[in-house]
Nanobody, 124 residues
Framework: QAQLVESGGGVGLAGGSLRLSCAASVRTGSSYTMGWFRQAPGKEREFVASITWSDGATRYKDSVKGRFTISRDNAKKTVYLQMNSLKPEDTAIYYC?????????????????WGQGTQVTVSA
C-alpha cells in the first residue's frame, strides 16, 4: 500500500535548525514530484518546497528561500527538508506529499498522496 511517513519534527529554537524526513512507499510511475506543505493553527495549508525524483529540480515558497533546503535520496526513497534559521512563524504541522506531475509544482490539489504530518514548533 502506498504511503508517506514523516519524521523529524519537534521543538526548535528561533535561529536553530531541524531536519524533516519523508519515507515514501510508492508505486513506480505514480510519483514524480514530492512536496512539503505546512499548516499553522487557524490557517490554511500552504506550500513550502517541492523536488522531482528524476533530476532534483526544486521550487520554494519565497519566505523560506535561503533558509530551507529540500533534497532527496532516490536509493532510500526518502525526501528531506533541512530547516535553518528557524522563525516562530515556521511553527506548523508539516506534511509531505506526492504527485505524478513531472515538475516541482506548488499546487496542493495535484498531490494525491499525503503523509500524516509532523509537528514543528519554534520557540522564540
Amino acid at each position: 500500500q502506498a504511503q508517506l511517513v514523516e519524521s523529524g519534527g519537534g521543538v526548535g529554537l528561533a535561529g536553530g535548525s531541524l531536519r524533516l524526513s519523508c519515507a515514501a512507499s510508492v508505486r513506480t510511475g505514480s510519483s514524480y514530484t514530492m512536496g512539503w506543505f505546512r499548516q499553522a493553527p487557524g490557517k490554511e495549508r500552504e506550500f513550502v518546497a517541492s523536488i522531482t525524483w528524476s533530476d532534483g529540480a526544486t521550487r520554494y515558497k519565497d519566505s523560506v528561500k535561503g533558509r530551507f533546503t529540500i533534497s532527496r535520496d532516490n536509493a532510500k526513497k526518502t525526501v528531506y527538508l533541512q530547516m535553518n534559521s528557524l522563525k516562530p512563524e515556521d511553527t506548523a504541522i508539516y506534511y509531505c506529499a506526492s504527485t505524478a506531475v513531472r515538475f516541482p509544482i506548488a499546487t496542493s490539489s495535484v498531490y494525491n498522496l499525503w503523509g500524516q504530518g509532523t509537528q514543528v514548533t519554534v520557540s522564540a
